[in-house]
């Protein structure tokens, strides 16, 4: 009997341990219950996710179509265009430029001119200038050498009349 006495006990202690460890999980093992949360809320965020991801690569896909079908083409075009209006604009100032420089180029060559001109001119003028000083400076000492002539003849007769006047 005594044999049959422990399996009598532990034969009715299993169904509480049985009982005891369901209690147990349901009142304190919360793993099945946080990850079937977690599990849902995976499930939940992904498919946001997805949907948002989803929605922002279609606008993104539609923004870089329409750019490509419509903006670049006007950009290029308006682009193309106002090159070659400022091509044609440079152009044409360049050759407004060039025909200045001519211009300029023409007008000192003919102040150049004018001052070669001028300075010959001037050079012939003093050149008659110094010779009408010769000529009048050659005339001056004429004069002066007659007018000592004159000085020494009259002093030599002075002296004349005088010596007639100191015999006495």
């Known amino acids: 009997d005594r044999r049959r006495e422990p399996l009598a006990a532990g034969s009715l202690l299993h169904p509480i341990i049985k ?3 369901e209690i147990h999980s349901r009142l304190l093992d919360h ?7 977690i599990r849902y809320f995976i499930k939940e965020f992904e498919e946001k996710r ?10 993104l896909k539609n923004t ?22 400022t091509f044609k604009r ?9 025909r200045l420089q001519e211009k300029e180029h023409e007008e000192k060559k003919l102040q150049a001119d004018k001052l070669v001109a001028g ?11 110094m010779k009408e000083q010769e000529a009048k400076r050659a005339e001056v000492d004429e004069e002066h050498r007659k007018a000592m002539q004159r000085l020494r ?6 002296e004349k009349e005088l010596a007639k006047y100191v015999s006495f």
């Open 19 to 21: 009982e005891a460890g």
């Open 64 to 85: 870089i179509c329409e750019t490509n079908e419509h903006t670049l083409p006007k950009c290029e075009q308006a682009m193309h265009d106002n090159v070659n209006e």
């Open 31 to 37: 793993r099945p219950v946080i990850q079937g949360e």
């Open 50 to 59: 997805g949907l948002r991801e989803l929605r922002v690569l279609e606008n």
């Open 119 to 129: 300075e010959e001119k001037r050079v012939a003028q003093w050149e008659t200038f």
């Open 90 to 98: 440079l152009q044409a100032v360049n050759i407004r430029i060039r």
């Open 153 to 158: 003849e009259q002093y030599a007769n002075m």
